[in-house]
């Protein structure tokens, strides 16, 4: 049975930095591909960042560039977004997602992941 578990999410002032967690179990966690994505009140689900299996690339929504960084510890079979300088409009749930074999171009597409965690919500006060 393949479980994806996010944390780390909660209530932050905007500015501040959260870190979330995805752990990921009952797949090869080193040979997927691994995203994040995040849906905000009354809104579509979104692309954040990807990360490559192994490492190798990571790719990050316009919106967060230089803000958010995706990084896997593949030992842990986790994944991490550190979340900087955040503000209001990042608040949404934060989902995880897993992918195989995701060609580069097909990363922000939310139907080209395997499987997905249940969310964990973050808001940021203003």
């Known amino acids: 049975q393949v479980q994806l578990v996010e944390s780390g999410g909660g209530l932050v002032q905007a500015g501040g930095s959260l870190r979330l967690s995805c752990a990921a179990s009952?797949?090869?966690?080193?040979?997927?591909?691994m995203g994040w994505f995040r849906q905000g009140p009354g809104k579509e689900r979104e692309f954040v960042g990807a990360i490559t299996w192994g490492g190798e690339s990571t790719l990050y929504a316009d919106s967060v560039k230089g803000r958010f960084t995706i990084s896997r510890d593949d030992a842990k079979s986790t994944v991490y977004l550190q979340m900087n300088s955040l503000k209001p409009e990042d608040t949404a749930v934060y989902y995880c997602?897993?992918?195989?074999?995701?060609?580069?171009?097909?990363?922000?597409?939310?139907?080209?992941?395997?499987?997905w965690g249940q969310g964990t919500q973050v808001t940021v006060n203003s």
């Open positions: 997602a897993a992918g195989l074999l995701v060609v580069q171009r097909a990363l922000v597409r939310p139907n080209s992941y395997n499987y």
């Open positions: 009952g797949i090869t966690f080193s040979s997927y591909t």
